[in-house]
């Protein structure tokens, strides 16, 4: 396709430009095949706004152009809950504008998306891509080789479309068995291993729903594979992220649950969470009244709860402790499943690992957490994040559940400043570049279609750019010190906030708390040199001799 076929007037002179935290501005307004760009003609202004098509989550429908004068008034609300208002002068230009916006903010073929055409001057596509692979994590993992191994029964995507090539299962289990095994579960998604447990050998397992159906059916290999993660123990958890009713109607449509009869040593706790069209509705309603721009202060409260965004962090955050609890407290092994388990269970086995493991909590080894629990296991983000708040078209896959992750994140970072090396400025950009990114590290649904896509040859990783010195240094926390301790997250009501650097990032009380912790933060990064400067450097040698 050729962009230019969708653009009738690309470029438009002394467009007014209203957006959040700025004055107007009079300029040129630019249209290409993925951005729009401002230009500032004011005098003595040098401002561009560049905006990505992608992040355009919707234009308003009740007036794309109004009638106002021989000019019209184009509101577009974004992705990342930017609202911006553009008048153009004259009634053709802005209906051509606003026609090509629709067209190419919604380009179906993802081969057209701008992660295929961006290419940075920092960065080659010869670069390593990703953080990490399952070969590598089971080659460092040295404890697991005794009684895991890494299976590649799933090369060729053809047991179950949504998993990465590798797994990790229990030794004793063979690629026949797997392949049984996967046909017992929804979509192909067998129980693999997701983390091990350094202190006590106890693991995380992860998988869909099995498909007992009305007429009960069960598995036997299933059953030996589960069985091989206890290996002796007294007994294993489910954590089933479903009602008990949920779980028992899901026999009607071919799904089930584990038999108490058939997984004797394995105990099924049920833990209810929203997902689908309930969460979407929920980011929507908090979104809506975030917008509320009454002062009345019940009023807005009234509308919060409404929401039951909170509610959800809450449920998020007190199942993934239950989950930290069975392994690191109770010393048991669990298996972690929804229906699809693509969504609530990535979710879950994420925000437990961050409490149990103090390699997770740092800046790499979070990202390397969301590379291998996200991006590798399935998470279908092209479906997940087709759409934000705004939009007024209602698919039925859309479901912002990474964005409660990193709501949920957020909170353990405010709980404990001190425990994570990564900066809520990190969160914000993650929850941004979901929804429309230059990188390709979450476009598809999953390995298969990235493999089908050439991703890795054709776009650069979000994840490696991170990394870089100077993206490191504004995504790190100062005040970050290594704790081997699990950081145990309080969930009472009043425990939890809403997360006011997204959900009201575009307001001047936000911005101005943004200002602020960078000056803090540029003031332990200045604390933090004057101290070492004024170490003497005998004492400084010896603290690296000791760090060696």
Request: include cysteine.
């Amino acid at each position: 396709m050729e962009f230019s076929e969708h653009i009738k007037t690309a470029n438009v002179e002394d467009v007014v430009l209203r957006q959040p935290l700025h004055p107007p501005g009079r300029g040129t307004l630019c249209i290409t095949g993925h951005h729009l760009l401002f230009s500032d003609r004011e005098e003595g202004s040098c401002r561009q706004v560049l905006l990505l098509l992608r992040n355009i989550d919707a234009i308003e429908k009740s007036g794309v152009c109004r009638l106002s004068g021989s000019s019209g008034t184009i509101t577009i609300k974004c992705k990342d809950l930017r609202v911006l208002q553009l008048d153009i002068p004259g009634m053709e230009e802005c209906l051509n504008i606003a026609r090509s916006i629709e067209t190419l903010s919604c380009l179906d073929s993802m081969s057209e998306l701008y992660p295929f055409f961006y290419r940075p001057s920092s960065a080659s596509l010869r670069d390593q891509w990703g953080l990490s692979s399952l070969e590598r994590h089971y080659s460092q993992m040295k404890e697991l080789h005794d009684r895991w191994r890494l299976s590649t029964v799933n090369r060729d995507f053809s047991v179950c479309p949504s998993y990465p090539q590798a797994v990790i299962v229990p030794k004793s289990t063979d690629d026949d068995m797997l392949e049984k095994v996967a046909k017992f579960r929804q979509g192909g998604r067998f129980p693999v291993l997701c983390y091990y447990h350094k202190k006590n050998g106890m693991v995380i397992m992860r998988s869909s729903q099995p498909l007992t159906g009305a007429n009960r059916k069960h598995c036997r290999e299933d059953e030996q594979l589960l069985q091989a993660v206890i290996d002796g123990s007294d007994k294993g958890y489910i954590i089933d992220t479903r009602s008990s009713q949920q779980a028992l109607q899901a026999r009607m449509t071919g799904g089930g649950l584990e038999s108490k009869s058939c997984y004797s040593s394995w105990k099924r706790l049920q833990r209810q969470m929203e997902r689908g069209k309930a969460l979407q509705e929920s980011l929507i309603k908090l979104v809506e009244a975030c917008g509320e721009e009454s002062n009345n202060m019940d009023r807005w409260l009234s509308k919060l709860e409404n929401s039951k965004w909170l509610s959800h962090v809450q449920t998020a955050l007190s199942t993934a402790g239950l989950l930290a609890e069975c392994v690191e407290r109770d010393g048991h092994s669990v298996l972690v499943h929804g229906s699809e388990g693509t969504d609530s269970t990535l979710l879950i086995s994420t925000l437990a690992q961050l409490i149990m493991d103090p390699s997770c909590r740092t800046l790499e080894g979070f990202l390397t957490l969301l590379e291998r629990e996200w991006v590798q296991a399935g998470h279908p983000f092209q479906q997940r994040c087709a759409h934000s708040a705004h939009s007024h078209a209602r698919l039925q896959q859309e479901s912002p559940v990474f964005l409660l992750l990193l709501d949920c994140v957020w909170q353990l970072w405010r709980q404990f400043p001190l425990a994570l090396g990564f900066s809520e400025a990190l969160l914000l950009r993650l929850a941004t570049e979901a929804y429309a990114s230059d990188y390709g590290t979450f476009l598809g649904n999953n390995q298969q279609e990235r493999c089908a896509l050439g991703v890795k040859e054709n776009t650069h990783c979000l994840f490696q750019a991170l990394l870089r010195p100077r993206e490191r240094d504004c995504y790190s926390n100062p005040l970050y010190e290594h704790t081997e301790l699990a950081i145990w997250p309080s969930v009472y009501p009043q425990s939890l906030q809403l997360w006011r650097g997204f959900f009201l990032r575009w307001t001047p009380q936000t911005h101005h708390l943004e200002e602020a912790q960078e000056e803090i933060r540029n003031m332990v990064i200045e604390w933090g040199k004057l101290a070492l400067s004024s170490c003497p450097a005998s004492t400084r040698r010896s603290e690296d001799v000791q760090n060696m």
